[in-house]
């Protein structure tokens, strides 16, 4: 792993990293500590169910797009 690189498996349970619904879940606990938008969940869950499979690269991604929001930027 490169060196400043985030390990999604020292962050999210092996549950969260193969069920969306959790990692969801997990993204808004540890991020945000509230939920989001409908609208933010929604583009949330349609980059989530365009990937076949949960891998670290897609987990990230998935950060990113909570990171991106304004409700994180003021957390």
């Known amino acids: ?4 690189r985030v390990d ?4 999210f349970t092996e ?9 969801v879940a997990a993204l808004e606990k540890r991020l945000l500590q509230d939920r989001l938008k ?3 969940e929604k ?3 349609d980059f989530l169910a365009a990937e076949q499979t949960m891998d670290d690269k897609i987990i990230l991604n998935a950060i990113r797009l909570v990171m991106s929001t ?6």
Do not use: C, F, H, S
């Open 1 to 4: 792993m490169p060196v400043g």
């Open 8 to 11: 999604a498996a020292k962050i």
């Open 15 to 23: 549950k969260e990293r193969t069920d969306k619904d959790a990692l």
């Open 38 to 40: 409908p609208k933010q």
């Open 43 to 45: 583009v949330l869950r």
């Open 70 to 75: 304004p409700e994180y930027q003021l957390a």
